[in-house]
């Protein structure tokens, strides 16, 4: 059995709640949500104090402000090669823009595998970051969101102009 890697987390404040932040020696490891729906922060992670963490403070707070739009935090999310890769699509979606679960199995070559599609983004452990709310149902209605609608929908306003104040 493979040994667990250690993990640090740490909470910070943010205009849609306290955010966990979780870090490995690779990277940033997750971003979660208070309450969030797909499991939350690994039970074994220590609080601790990363230079990562440093970075995604200043680059989340920057985000919120209305003043970035891109993040270059060193990422290290646990996933399967198939979340993997669906994770790496979503970090092409560009900020202000939408795509659906859909155009993301097309973009893969796998246009049947939508409901895996779904299953990976739901379990993007590196909210905002990683940006899985910027995905859509078909319909153009808002989907699922381990963060809840509420928040998803307030992180697309704020991509679409506005600024998210503590």
């Given at each position: 059995m493979k040994?667990?890697?250690?993990?640090?987390?740490t909470r910070i404040d943010s205009p849609i709640g306290?955010?966990?932040?979780?870090?490995d020696a690779a990277g940033l490891a997750g971003v979660y949500f208070e309450g969030h729906?797909?499991?939350?922060?690994p039970a074994h992670a220590r609080d601790g104090e990363s230079a990562v963490f440093d970075t995604a403070r200043r680059q989340l707070d920057a985000y919120f402000a209305g003043r970035r739009t891109t993040f270059d935090i060193p990422l290290a999310p646990h996933g399967t090669?198939?979340?993997?890769?669906?994770?790496?699509?979503?970090q092409r979606v560009p900020f202000g823009a939408t795509t659906t679960y859909g155009a993301l199995a097309e973009e893969m070559?796998?246009?049947?595998?939508v409901r895996a599609v779904a299953g990976?983004?739901?379990?993007?452990?590196?909210?905002?970051?990683?940006?899985?709310?910027r995905v859509i149902g078909?319909?153009?209605r808002l989907t699922g969101f381990a963060g809840g609608l509420e928040?998803?929908?307030?992180?697309?306003?704020?991509?679409q102009g506005g600024a998210l104040a503590l």
């Open positions: 040994p667990r890697a250690a993990l640090l987390r306290p955010l966990t932040l979780i870090a729906s797909k499991g939350g922060p090669a198939f979340q993997s890769h669906v994770w790496g699509l979503l070559g796998r246009p049947s595998a990976a983004v739901a379990r993007n452990p590196v909210s905002i970051v990683i940006p899985c709310h078909a319909d153009g928040r998803k929908e307030r992180l697309l306003a704020l991509e």
